[in-house]
């Protein structure tokens, strides 16, 4: 798999022959680099929010996937609905930091048939169990019908035993994925400012086995592989532990229906 590169607009002709995410902040930008764009290689376009109804029609001169931003979630979370009428068109993702409020936006770009993706660095106590409240919304909310990253491929990851890493999940697994910043410099996402990203992953989770960290017990070591421990080494994971094991107990429990099902009885 090649490489796909995370570029501003400003840097669309130095990466003109690579795979590509376009980041756009308004239709100015879009106008200027346009006609530079290989949409073949364009793998969808990052858009941030909130913007213009003008900013919205500028959308309809590109075809690619679209991945809406939004930096402020308990604030700006009413702004989904300029761009609902797009998800009918192509297909639509709303990424969303996790920040506190941040679940009201999840549950209506979710009602308005928006993909998410959760974009999370070390969550405290409190967000924790905002993040416990959208993972029992995801997994028993039967209106829910688009995914919710990372919950849904960790729970497949669970369900089918097979093996997947968050840093993939989320899109910063440096083998696959680089983020260039306004400056040119390519690293591995942007909490990841200033890291080489040439073997990142590798070296970092091997730095902290030999340092004892908490990971060398954690029974979720293969699927995190030290996700949570950037950039304070010393952060607990107990938190975030419990969102990985309500998700493998909700596979368990789909696989143990599924063999119920299966044998024609009851569950």
């Known amino acids: 798999m090649s490489v796909v590169y995370n570029i501003p607009a400003n840097h669309v ?3 003109r022959e690579k795979r590509i995410v ?9 106008q200027q680099c346009l006609p530079a764009i290989d949409q073949h290689n364009l793998a969808y376009v990052q858009w941030f929010i909130p913007g ?5 029609a500028a959308l309809q001169q590109i075809e690619a996937p679209l991945d809406l931003v939004l ?3 308990g604030v700006d979370f009413p702004c989904l609905y300029d761009y609902a009428a797009l998800a009918d068109e192509r297909p639509l993702r709303v990424s969303i930091p996790v920040v506190p409020g941040f679940g009201k936006a999840v549950k209506l770009a979710v009602s308005l048939n928006c993909a998410v993706k959760l974009e999370v660095a070390q969550p405290d106590p409190a967000l924790i169990a905002e993040l416990a409240e959208i993972v029992r919304f995801y997994l028993h909310q039967a209106t829910v019908t688009q995914t919710i990253e990372f919950f849904h491929s960790l729970l497949g990851s669970f369900f089918r035993q097979e093996p997947i890493t968050l840093w993939e999940i989320q899109e910063e697994n440096p083998v696959y994925a680089r983020y260039v910043t306004e ?3 390519e690293t591995i996402s942007p909490r990841f400012s ?14 902290l086995i030999a340092g004892q ?3 060398c017990q954690c029974d979720f070591l293969a699927q ?14 107990d938190g975030v532990k419990t969102i990985f094991q309500m998700l493998r107990d909700a596979a368990l429990e789909l696989k143990n229906d599924l063999v119920t099902h299966d044998a024609g009885l009851e569950p």
């Not at 213009?52 to 919205?56: A, K, L, P, R």
């Not at 995190?224 to 994971?237: A, E, I, T, V």
């Open 13 to 15: 002709t130095v990466y």
């Open 224 to 237: 995190c592989q030290g996700y949570f421990k950037w950039p304070d080494r010393n952060y607990r994971c």
């Open 194 to 207: 200033g890291a080489n990203p040439e073997f990142f992953e590798e070296r970092f989770q091997e730095e």
């Open 183 to 185: 400056q040119g410099e």
């Open 22 to 30: 376009l980041r756009i902040r308004n239709s100015v930008e879009l």
């Open 52 to 56: 213009s109804s003008e900013d919205n």
């Open 213 to 215: 960290a908490e990971c």
């Open 71 to 73: 930096s402020n979630p």
